[in-house]
């Protein structure tokens, strides 16, 4: 079954300073990647996405890139601002009948 | 729009008792999904719904299992609860996949709370 995985575990940077979190998955089939902002004591929501046909999306600050050849996928969050502080998940699902299967989660502290 | 909605909110059970989790899917979402979330720890699947029916399981005991309703909504049952159980519940929806083949975005309830003492 598909196998995500994801770095850094958590990660610390000074308000205004870019944060990139990295992923990779194990089922080559799979060709939709979610990220999902998790703050403390809420349900994850649903930041952005990329399918499988598109190398790049951006929205605003957040962006996420792909690399199915070496089956990467990477958000990156630009001007940090504390309120991006929460725990971040990627994720990775197949267009058939299939579950989603989360990353570990990454922590982003943003310092002010 | 209302989103995915979860209840109750926080349950406190004694371990050997047996608790149900209730989840009502956005509207128009045919699919449900169930994940537990233990204390710093991941997202873990459970049981996945679609148009009635359990289309995929993760790897828990027998004795977490679930249905959805004709009108979409689930329950999430676990029996014989055991202190490791202790752990945010999520729920999250998707219009389903439908047969077409495209996969669609998933969106999360705020969870059920279960402590087991």
């Known amino acids: 079954g598909e196998n995500v995985e994801q770095h850094p575990s958590t990660l610390s940077v000074q308000e205004g300073d870019s944060a990139v979190i990295k992923c990779t998955y194990s089922?080559?089939?799979?060709?939709?990647f979610p990220w999902y902002k998790q703050e403390l004591g809420k349900g994850p929501q649903l930041i952005i996405d990329i399918r499988s046909n598109v190398g790049e999306k951006k929205d605003q600050r957040i962006a996420v890139t792909l690399n199915k050849t070496a089956k990467h996928f990477s958000l990156h969050i630009t001007e940090t601002q504390p309120e991006d502080s929460a725990v971040y998940f990627c994720a990775a699902m197949k267009t058939s009948y299939d579950k989603v299967i989360f990353g570990p989660g990454t922590s982003l502290s943003v310092i002010p | 729009e209302a989103g995915v909605t979860q209840s109750p909110t926080h349950l406190i059970k004694t371990r050997g008792q047996q608790v149900t989790l209730r989840c009502s899917p956005i509207s128009g979402h045919t699919s449900v999904y169930w994940y537990q979330q233990a204390l710093g720890l991941g997202l873990q699947f459970l049981l996945w719904?679609?148009?009635?029916?359990?289309?995929n399981r993760g790897n828990f005991p027998p004795r977490f299992s679930g249905r959805q309703f004709p009108n979409y909504s689930s329950e999430l049952n676990v029996n014989a609860l055991e202190l490791e159980d202790s752990a945010l519940y999520l729920c999250?929806?998707?219009?389903?996949?439908?047969?077409?083949?495209?996969?669609?975005?998933?969106?999360f309830g705020q969870g059920t709370r279960l402590t087991v003492v």
């Open positions: 089922d080559s089939a799979s060709n939709y």
């Open positions: 999250a929806s998707s219009p389903g996949t439908g047969g077409a083949g495209a996969t669609t975005e998933a969106f």
């Open positions: 719904y679609d148009e009635g029916e359990e289309r």
